[in-house]
Every structure is written in structure tokens, then in C-alpha cells.
């Protein structure tokens, strides 16, 4: 996986590929579930799922983060991205009121597949304070992004 992470991000930039360097497979934190699809030329495609508490306003909501989101990039405009469908099932199982991901503004038309069948909300505007001091260590352990927000409901809407 850290290869097939690195290769993958590598190539938005250096820096995006430096979290899995060493055999790590994870950036932030680990996840609690990873949806890995393979073919015959090794992994094709991953996602993975963690749940934690966000501040929305002042409340602080359970949810589910879709992370590490990424295609091979021969496969890239298949269609590989609608296997969030697959996943749904576990999201379920997870308990949790809704599903969510960040991804930078270059990625919106990717993100808006999702939300053509309804599947997912884009917020727009949204301002997200992200810690990673682990990852990132010649950065402030806290900052704030501005980055497209998608929203999944799972067990409400």
C-alpha cells in the first residue's frame, strides 16, 4: 500500500508522496476500515474509513471520514469512484449520522460524480482546521485549510 500511496500522490508533488515513505500506509491517522481493489496488475483503487468527533458550530458530531482516497492512474475515468456504493453498507454498520471528506479544489470534478446521483453534497466555503503535527512536522500542528468539504448521510439526512 505505501507504494501504490506514494506513486499515487507522488504525483500531485514530492511533498503529497513523503507521508509513506518507511512501509507506512496511513497519513494522519490509521483507518478502521480500508475498501483496497485489486486486479491483475496489483492494487487498482483505495479508500479507507475513520470515525471521529468534528466540531460542527459548536456541536461535536460523530462521523465518518473517507480518507486516502485513491485510483491507479491507468484506471482513472472508469468509473472506479462509484465503488463508495459498495462501501455504503459498512457505513452503515458504523452508526454514524454522516459520512465526510476533504479534497483540495483541483479535485471537484472528481467529487462531483458523487454528487450527480445524489450521493453526496459538496459544502463550499467550508474552512476545516486540521491537525497533523505528525506528518507535517516543519508545519504548526494546527491549521486552517481551505479545502471543497463532501457530505455523505448515512443515518439521517
Same mark, same amino acid.
Given at each position: 500500500l505505501c507504494d501504490f500511496f506514494r506513486k499515487t500522490y507522488g504525483r500531485t508533488g514530492a511533498s503529497n508522496a513523503k507521508p509513506f515513505e518507511g512501509g507506512r500506509s496511513w497519513a494522519g491517522a490509521r483507518p478502521e476500515f480500508r475498501a483496497i481493489g485489486y486486479d491483475a496488475h496489483g492494487i487498482a483503487a483505495h479508500i479507507g474509513v475513520l470515525r471521529r468527533f468534528i466540531k460542527v458550530g459548536e456541536v461535536d458530531l460523530l462521523v465518518a471520514e473517507l480518507g486516502l482516497y485513491s485510483v491507479r492512474p491507468d $484506471?482513472?475515468?472508469?468509473?472506479?469512484?462509484?465503488? $463508495?456504493?459498495?462501501?455504503?453498507?459498512? $457505513?452503515?454498520?458504523?452508526?454514524?449520522?454522516?459520512?465526510?471528506?476533504?479534497?483540495?479544489?483541483?479535485?471537484?470534478?472528481?467529487?462531483?460524480?458523487?454528487c450527480r446521483t445524489g450521493l453526496a453534497t459538496i459544502v463550499s466555503d467550508a474552512r476545516v482546521r486540521s491537525t497533523r503535527p505528525e506528518v507535517y512536522p516543519d508545519l504548526p500542528p494546527t491549521r486552517l485549510e481551505d479545502v471543497l468539504v463532501f457530505v455523505v448521510p448515512i443515518g439521517r439526512s
Open positions: $484506471l482513472e475515468g472508469f468509473g472506479i469512484s462509484f465503488s $463508495l456504493g459498495v462501501v455504503y453498507p459498512v $457505513l452503515q454498520q458504523l452508526g454514524v449520522p454522516f459520512v465526510f471528506g476533504t479534497v483540495r479544489h483541483a479535485m471537484r470534478n472528481h467529487v462531483d460524480r458523487f
